[in-house]
Nanobody, 115 residues
Framework: QVQVVESGGGSVQTGGSLRLSCAAS????????MTWYRQTPEKERELVTSISKFGNANHGPGWKDRFAISIDDATKTMWLQMNSLQPEDTAVYLC?????????WGQGTQVTVSA
């Protein structure tokens, strides 16, 4: 049974920072990719970025240059460092683990940025 758990969300003021974590557990072997999406009630789910177990990242439309992505293969944990947060970054951030052709989703973590 594979589990994916996000954490690190919260409420910050404009200009603040948050570090989101996504931890995967269970039987995870071979190549895998972990991906961050974000979603608001007004917009469809938006790809932020993805990173492979080897640390190769690919950014999506939701990526900002003030973000940073990293991964630790030993613990199957991915982090999204978000700096200089803006109100438009407010969203639920969801993590997806893709391994052996199967997607595993977390429940999401809420990020709220107030003006």
């Amino acid at each position: 049974q594979v589990q994916v758990v996000e954490s690190g969300g919260g409420s910050v003021q404009t200009g603040g920072s948050l570090r989101l974590s996504c931890a995967a557990s269970g039987t995870i072997s071979g190549f895998y990719v972990m991906t961050w999406y974000r979603q608001t009630p007004e917009k469809e789910r938006e790809l932020v970025t993805s990173i492979s177990k080897f640390g190769n990242a690919n950014h999506g439309p939701g990526w900002k240059d003030r973000f940073a992505i990293s991964i630790d293969d030993a613990t199957k944990t991915m982090w999204l460092q978000m700096n200089s947060l803006q109100p438009e970054d407010t969203a639920v951030y969801l993590c997806r683990l893709t391994v052996s052709g199967v997607d595993h989703w977390g429940q999401g973590t809420q990020v709220t940025v107030s003006a």
